[in-house]
C-alpha cells in the first residue's frame, strides 16, 4: 500500500473490489450508495477502504439520495462515485439527467442483473445498455465504458473518471453480474499524478467568474463551493452565470454545447479492441462477459477455416458508428450476442445501413451464452 492508502501489486479479487479499487487509485473520495445485489461488494469495499485514504462513504436511504449526494459532493470538490443495479439504476435516472445538466463530473457503476423489475437478482444480464443512453428525458449524450473482466473493471474505473472530469458529465460504468463477481488477477499498478485528470477550473477572479462560461471553449471551468466563487446551478435552462432562462435561444445554445462536447470529441473518447478483422467477412459485435464467450467462437470459427473477427466494444456509448460504417462494405454481416433480446444489435443494424446484415444472438439472462450458439450463428452468416 502506498504512503495514500491507494494499493498497487498483484490480488486475486472480483470485479466489483476491483472497481473500488480503480476508483480510489483515480482519486475518488466520496461514495454514497444503497446496498443491492450485485454491486453491494463495491459499496461494501468502498466503506472498508475510503476512510483508509481520508474519503468519506456514506449508505443512504436510497438510490435517488445517493445519486443526489453524489452530485453534490462533486460540487464540493471531491471525486465522487456510487454504485448500483437495475433497479437502483431506474430510480437515479431523474438525478443523472440533473447531473448532465449541472455538468457534474461523478461515476455510476451499474453491475446488470437480469430484469425487468426484481428480476434475478443475483444473476447475469446486459439489458440496461439502452437505458445508460436514453433513460433521462430530453436530449443530451453520455458517455458509458463496458468491462469485461475485473482488470478492465479496474482500469476502466480510472478511465471513467478522467473521461469525467475531462469533460465534466457523469460517466456510466456498465459492468454485469458475471463480470463483477468473476475473480482473476488484477495487477494494480502504482498511479502516477500525471496520470489523473481533475475538471478545469476557473483561472478568473471570483468577481469574474461565470459557472457555465463557454466563451474558451465547450467544458466550463469549474469552482469549489465555499471556495469563495459566487454562482447558482439549476436544472433548468440557464445562462452562462447559471441562471433560469425560459427562452428558445438559450435553450438551443445549451443543449448544443451539452451535446457537443461530447459529440465533437468522439474520436477521444471511444475505445474498442479488434481481433482479426483485417480479413474477416462475418464480424462479432459485443461487449461485456458476452465478449468473452464470443471470443472463444470467432477462435473456432477459424479453425474451421471461417474468416471471423471480433470487434469488442469498450465503450458503448458514445457508439462506434464510424468504425462499424467502415467494415459494414467488407464484411457479409455482423453477429451481436447480447443477454438481452435485442439493444445494441440495433445500433449496429442502423450503421451497417444495409451494407451488411445485423444479426442478434439474443439470450434472455440468468446465464451466459454457450459459445456453441454464437459459433452457429457465425457459420450460418458465412455461407
Given at each position: 500500500m502506498?504512503?495514500?492508502?491507494?494499493?498497487?501489486?498483484?490480488?486475486?479479487?472480483?470485479?466489483?473490489i476491483?472497481?473500488?479499487?480503480?476508483?480510489?487509485?483515480?482519486?475518488?473520495?466520496?461514495f454514497?450508495?444503497?446496498?443491492?445485489?450485485p454491486?453491494?461488494?463495491?459499496?461494501?469495499?468502498?466503506?472498508e477502504?475510503?476512510p483508509?485514504?481520508?474519503?468519506?462513504?456514506?449508505?443512504?436511504?436510497?438510490e435517488?439520495?445517493?445519486?443526489?449526494?453524489?452530485?453534490?459532493?462533486?460540487?464540493?470538490?471531491?471525486k465522487?462515485?456510487?454504485?448500483?443495479?437495475g433497479?437502483?439504476?431506474?430510480?437515479m435516472?431523474e438525478?443523472?439527467?440533473?447531473?448532465?445538466?449541472?455538468?457534474?463530473?461523478?461515476?455510476?457503476?451499474?453491475?446488470?442483473?437480469?430484469?425487468?423489475s426484481?428480476?434475478?437478482?443475483?444473476?447475469?444480464?446486459?439489458?440496461d445498455?439502452?437505458?445508460?443512453?436514453?433513460?433521462?428525458?430530453?436530449?443530451?449524450?453520455?458517455?458509458?465504458?463496458?468491462?469485461?473482466?475485473?482488470?478492465?473493471?479496474?482500469d476502466?474505473?480510472?478511465?471513467?473518471?478522467n473521461?469525467?472530469e475531462?469533460?465534466?458529465?457523469?460517466?456510466?460504468?456498465?459492468?454485469?453480474?458475471a463480470?463483477?463477481?468473476?475473480?482473476e488477477?488484477?495487477?494494480?499498478?502504482?498511479?502516477?499524478?500525471?496520470?489523473?485528470v481533475?475538471?478545469?477550473r476557473p483561472?478568473?477572479?471570483?468577481?469574474?467568474?461565470?459557472?457555465?462560461?463557454?466563451?474558451?471553449?465547450?467544458?466550463?471551468?469549474?469552482?469549489?463551493?465555499?471556495?469563495?466563487?459566487?454562482?447558482?446551478?439549476?436544472?433548468?435552462?440557464?445562462?452562462?452565470?447559471?441562471?433560469?432562462?425560459?427562452?428558445?435561444?438559450?435553450?438551443?445554445k445549451?443543449?448544443?454545447?451539452?451535446?457537443?462536447?461530447?459529440?465533437?470529441?468522439?474520436?477521444?473518447?471511444?475505445?474498442?479492441?479488434?481481433v482479426?478483422?483485417?480479413?474477416?467477412?462475418?464480424?462479432?459485435?459485443?461487449y461485456?462477459?458476452s465478449a468473452?464467450?464470443?471470443?472463444?467462437?470467432?477462435?473456432?470459427?477459424?479453425?474451421?477455416?471461417?474468416?471471423?473477427?471480433?470487434?469488442?466494444?469498450?465503450?458503448?456509448?458514445?457508439?462506434?458508428?464510424?468504425?462499424?460504417?467502415?467494415?459494414a462494405?467488407?464484411v457479409k454481416?455482423?453477429?451481436v450476442?447480447?443477454?438481452?433480446?435485442?439493444?445494441?444489435?440495433?445500433?449496429?443494424?442502423?450503421?451497417?445501413?444495409?451494407?451488411a446484415?445485423a444479426?442478434?444472438?439474443?439470450?434472455?439472462?440468468?446465464?451466459?451464452?454457450?459459445?456453441?450458439?454464437?459459433?452457429?450463428?457465425?457459420?450460418?452468416?458465412?455461407?
Open positions: 502506498s504512503k495514500d492508502g491507494a494499493l498497487n501489486g498483484e490480488f486475486f479479487i472480483n470485479g466489483d476491483a472497481c473500488a479499487e480503480g476508483a480510489i487509485s483515480a482519486g475518488c473520495r466520496f454514497a450508495g444503497y446496498p443491492i445485489t454491486a453491494t461488494e463495491v459499496a461494501e469495499r468502498m466503506s477502504r475510503l483508509q485514504v481520508g474519503g468519506v462513504f456514506i449508505q443512504m436511504e436510497d435517488m439520495a445517493s445519486m443526489n449526494a453524489v452530485l453534490g459532493a462533486s460540487w464540493a470538490g471531491v465522487a462515485m456510487t454504485a448500483t443495479s433497479p437502483g439504476f431506474s430510480l435516472m438525478n443523472l439527467g440533473l447531473g448532465v445538466m449541472l455538468e457534474t463530473p461523478c461515476v455510476v457503476v451499474n453491475v446488470q442483473r437480469a430484469g425487468p426484481t428480476g434475478l437478482p443475483t444473476l447475469v444480464a446486459q439489458g445498455m439502452m437505458q445508460a443512453r436514453w433513460g433521462a428525458h430530453g436530449h443530451y449524450e453520455i458517455i458509458a465504458l463496458v468491462p469485461d473482466s475485473p482488470q478492465e473493471m479496474f476502466l474505473a480510472i478511465l471513467a473518471f473521461l469525467s475531462q469533460y465534466r458529465v457523469p460517466v456510466l460504468l456498465m459492468a454485469d453480474e463480470v463483477g463477481h468473476m475473480s488477477k488484477v495487477v494494480i499498478p502504482q498511479i502516477n499524478s500525471k496520470d489523473l481533475d475538471r478545469p483561472k478568473v477572479a471570483p468577481k469574474e467568474y461565470l459557472p457555465y462560461d463557454s466563451r474558451e471553449g465547450l467544458v466550463p471551468p469549474m469552482a469549489i463551493a465555499g471556495g469563495g466563487y459566487r454562482f447558482h446551478v439549476t436544472g433548468l435552462t440557464h445562462d452562462d452565470r447559471g441562471y433560469p432562462v425560459m427562452t428558445a435561444e438559450a435553450q438551443d445549451l443543449v448544443r454545447r451539452l451535446v457537443d462536447k461530447i459529440r465533437l470529441n468522439t474520436k477521444d473518447i471511444i475505445r474498442y479492441e479488434e482479426n478483422v483485417e480479413d474477416a467477412e462475418v464480424i462479432v459485435v459485443s461485456g462477459i468473452r464467450v464470443a471470443r472463444y467462437a470467432v477462435q473456432e470459427a477459424r479453425d474451421e477455416g471461417i474468416k471471423a473477427g471480433l470487434l469488442r466494444l469498450i465503450t458503448v456509448w458514445p457508439f462506434a458508428e464510424d468504425r462499424i460504417r467502415k467494415l462494405p467488407k454481416a455482423f453477429v450476442p447480447e443477454i438481452n433480446y435485442g439493444q445494441i444489435v440495433r445500433e449496429v443494424e442502423r450503421c451497417a445501413a444495409g451494407k446484415r444479426r442478434l444472438v439474443p439470450h434472455m439472462g440468468g446465464s451466459v451464452h454457450l459459445p456453441e450458439t454464437i459459433l452457429k450463428a457465425i457459420r450460418e452468416e458465412a455461407r
